[in-house]
DNA sequence: TCTTGACGGTCCATTATTTGGACCACTAGT
DNA sequence: ACTAGTGGTCCAAATAATGGACCGTCAAGA
């Protein structure tokens, strides 16, 4: 692994939850050297990356995170895309909708909205990198994806998060033939043991499969009324995002009309 | 220089006129190795912080950047804070405003609002990250900064951008020295030559500058009174922001009030 | 069709950079 | 005064970054 990934890795402890954290944590959360770390974080911090809070001593994300997503948004709105779909759909099915975008072998949360109509919400931390062995954001990208990629995925020790998590491959590529049929991916308490969601990939203007939008609902919830009625919302928010990305459905994907 | 600067200091080429950038162009830029370039843009590229774009295999911006900014807004949103402030400054003057944030020697832009009220409009890129030695923001950073901070800056050669730049270490003194005594600070066409600016410091809860706000405007429209009423209502927008970071003017400062 | 140049990307011995254990300074609690 | 917890620093040893040469591809031009 080279350094620059080893500095940037750092950065993925920051979330809502944590979101200053002092050489010590970083020290422990990594399990690399003291020495280390803390060159590192120097480094990120004359680049602007993290920045010390002067009382703690602590680090935080530093300002140069705002100058380039605002380089991202103005350039390529894929967020300000995504949010008013998301909300609509989360509004329409009356529970918690997100979107996230495939970077390596995880997803990264863009948005997500929760209309919170209910007592009981799912908990979702924007913060957190999504597997893909066990979210159904994660099948449904990977239905659509080169099967070489999809292997090397589940070849390195997939996580067990829940009793009902797949780590089996042969058992996911069952799933994964079952999401590219309806077009739609389910996942039931694989991720979370409270929670059932379902998602619908959105494609770049290859085909490829470049994120997923989807629902997450409580178990104690989802009938199977309200699932059948996400699904159809889901397949046409999602078709909408992949339309004004300017992508395009692959052609074995069943709403694919071919032209 | 650390391996991890050189890979950060690439994504600092993007902007909002050149969003996507490629292996040459970067090769080009940044005056480094193909081969270590390349290298960087693919490690960068695993971390999720640039994606290639699958037509033009150019590189832009990666979703990993959107998260970040999230945890940052959510947890300390210094962005949602500032924002209303500005565009209501914006607003009251009738022109441009806008916001930085010190890192290291530069100002990192955070937002900026036009009125768009005139015909002719600064030109601003929210990506382009401001020198301290020439620009009104950076004067006002510096005269609350520590003195040798100042010194280093000044000691690294600044540079020229147009007749009017200060690059004299001690006419620069003399500058903030006044900058100190008046509480905001100007520029006369230092960065642009059609262009004069006010600017004003924000503090931290410690009384260190971590940024400043200011007001640009053509110079065919800078009349002395339309510029003492940016003075002050800059000089409320700017306390009013350090107010709600929870900063305190430092004790030098001539708008504080001895407790 | 055969060059030419620009493009992205790769290889591997050399070299320079990162590494990490030990150490320092400070603070709070006992 | 001792301990255990911070954050931060140093330098020899070892690892990881480097960069010149090389490859395949594409598009324009002769």
Redesign the interface.
């Known amino acids: 692994m080279?350094?620059?990934?080893k500095?940037?890795?750092l950065?993925d402890f920051?979330?809502?939850s944590s979101?200053?954290i002092g050489l010590g944590e970083f020290v422990r959360r990594s399990g690399r050297e003291k020495a280390t770390v803390h060159?590192?974080l120097v480094?990120?911090e004359?680049?602007?990356?993290v920045?010390k809070n002067?009382?703690s001593r602590a680090y935080?994300?530093?300002?140069?995170?705002?100058?380039?997503?605002?380089?991202?948004?103005?350039?390529?709105p894929?967020?300000r895309l995504i949010r008013p779909v998301v909300t609509q759909l989360a509004n329409d099915v009356g529970e918690m909708a997100h979107a996230s975008?495939?970077?390596?072998n995880q997803l990264?949360?863009?948005f997500h909205f929760d209309p919170q109509r209910h007592g009981t919400q799912v908990h979702y931390d924007?913060?957190e990198?999504l597997p893909l062995h066990a979210t159904s954001s994660g099948f449904a990208v990977m239905a659509y994806s080169a099967p070489d990629f999809v292997a090397q995925v589940l070849s390195i020790a997939p996580k067990t998060y829940t009793r009902q998590t797949v780590t089996n491959p042969t058992e996911l590529q069952l799933i994964l033939e079952r999401t590219r049929a309806a077009g739609i991916a389910e996942a039931n308490q694989t991720f979370d043991n409270e929670v059932t969601s379902q998602s619908a990939a959105i494609f770049?203007?290859?085909g490829?499969p470049i994120?997923a939008i989807s629902v997450a609902v409580p178990m104690v919830r989802a009938t199977p009324d309200k699932k059948a009625r996400i699904r159809s919302t889901l397949a046409q928010a999602a078709l909408s995002v992949t339309r004004s990305l300017g992508g395009v459905l692959p052609v074995n994907h069943p709403m694919c009309t071919p032209t």
């Open positions: 080279g350094t620059i990934t500095a940037l890795e950065l920051f979330s809502r979101p200053e060159r590192h480094e990120l004359q680049n602007g990356f920045e002067p009382q935080r994300l530093g300002p140069a995170i705002l100058r380039l997503s605002n380089v991202r948004e103005t350039t390529h894929a967020r975008l495939l970077h390596g990264s949360p863009v924007e913060a990198l770049d203007s290859s490829q994120g």
